[in-house]
């Protein structure tokens, strides 16, 4: 029995339309960006604490880089924002490992309230704040400023230049940053 040659083009065909199909439908969003919403896993709801808040909404996770955690910055009632600098994290699927960095410049009084804002509408679950002199290196001999739940406050430490470091767990199980910033205060 042989086969008909009509049928081998429209067989061509099938193959060729599958490829075509499957390459529109990855270009469809006009851009070469990942997207944040295939790659950030919608949160485990065993993954946060009884007091954490509510999941972030599938449009705020969709609208997170898939890649890093947000930005944070610190700042001083009436003062500019400063952001920080972005240490170890996990995020997504994915993650880095950094020692102790000096952190991003910002000049406050003694005493002064510092808070620190996510430059995403993402909840905190948990937060802690250490300094270190500046130029130290590591975070051995680190000194405490603050922990807790949101939100991230707490007072500059003495007067002197520090290297602050601010460790944040993301609501949702959406992950975890730490922030630096080297803060003189006077």
Known sequence: M????????????VPIALVVGACAGATS???AEPSAAASVSPPDASATSSSAAAAP????????SATEPPTASLAVEGGDPVTGQLGTFTWGDGGSDSPWLPGSPIT?????????????????????????????TGGS??????????PIAFDAPDAGSWSVQVTIDFDG??????YYWLVTVR
């Open 141 to 150: 001999g680190a000194t405490g400023l603050g922990t807790g739940g949101p």
């Open 2 to 13: 042989s086969r008909s040659s009509s049928s081998r083009p429209a067989l061509a065909i």
């Open 108 to 136: 406050v009084g003694t005493g002064e309230r510092l808070t620190v804002t996510i430059a995403a509408p993402i909840g905190v679950a948990t937060w802690s704040a250490k300094r270190i002199s500046e130029g130290a």
């Open 173 to 178: 199980g959406l992950g975890s940053a730490t």
């Open 29 to 31: 969003s006009g851009s």
């Open 57 to 64: 909404s599938p449009s705020v996770t969709a609208s997170l």
